[in-house]
């Protein structure tokens, strides 16, 4: 009866163990998954914070140029004479026109790289309207010119942001004095265009003498932002 007795008391001790073991176990594999999930999120919230840096810098960057050229303008300059002659011989009067396009004025710090463009759409426009055959002299700028500019700009946060060099590819559309931007950092991009806010530079309908030393203007010409994208990871192609 004691035999019997001890054998079911270790028998049950035996199933103790193994209950114990296998609740064990169980709790092992919920830690683990506890702590696999909570490794997850740690670097999701660490991706998102440096994605959302990294917009942060892009932004900043991109502001700053649409600020720049938003507050410049273009003005196109020229010069329109006429010189009378009289024959000494026949009394005759008879005159010369004369037309010269002259380098415009564009008040921003990117003018090194964007008057020419400029000049060269208000040269096409110049070359529609006026008839060189009706001059005795006339002279445009050079319409062959790049129409596309690579910038590197460094964010303006106030943070450690502002070491990070922002990469922006700027396009001049020549139909319309558009300008085109397309901002990268870590392989995101925010893209904007800006358009004409004024008319565009144009010749008076009817030209004016006013000496051949005398620059005349046209009205000058300013940008507004027409859309802009909120920035998002390039596709790979």
């Known amino acids: 009866m004691r035999r019997t007795l001890q054998r079911k008391l270790q028998s049950q001790r035996g199933a103790s163990l193994l209950l114990a073991l296998l609740l064990l176990l169980i709790c092992s594999m919920v830690g683990a ?38 507050a410049a303008q273009y003005t196109g300059q020229y010069r329109y004479w006429v010189e009378e002659h009289t024959d000494s011989k026949t009394g005759e009067t008879s005159y010369s026109y004369h037309f010269v396009q002259e380098d415009g004025a564009y008040s921003s710090d990117l003018s090194s790289i964007l008057l020419d463009n400029f000049d060269a759409i208000f040269a096409a426009e110049i070359n529609r309207t006026l008839d060189a055959m009706d001059f005795s002299t006339f002279q445009t700028q050079p319409q062959t010119v790049s129409w596309n500019h690579s910038l590197t700009l460094q964010p303006q946060t106030g943070t450690a942001l502002d070491d990070r060099a922002v990469r922006i590819a700027l396009q001049v559309i020549p139909e319309s004095y558009a300008m085109e931007l397309t901002a990268t950092l870590d392989d995101y991009t925010i893209e904007a265009e800006l358009t004409p806010a004024s008319s565009k530079p144009t010749l008076p309908a009817s030209l004016v003498d006013q000496g051949s030393e005398t620059k005349q203007s046209t ?11 909120t920035g998002g990871e390039e596709e790979e192609p």
């Open 33 to 70: 998954s506890i702590l696999m999930a909570a490794a997850s999120n740690a670097g999701k919230h660490r991706s998102n914070l440096e994605e959302h840096q990294t917009y942060l810098a892009l932004s900043s960057a991109v502001s700053l140029l649409c600020d720049e050229l938003n």
């Open 219 to 229: 009205a000058p010409m300013t940008w507004k932002i027409g859309w802009i994208t």
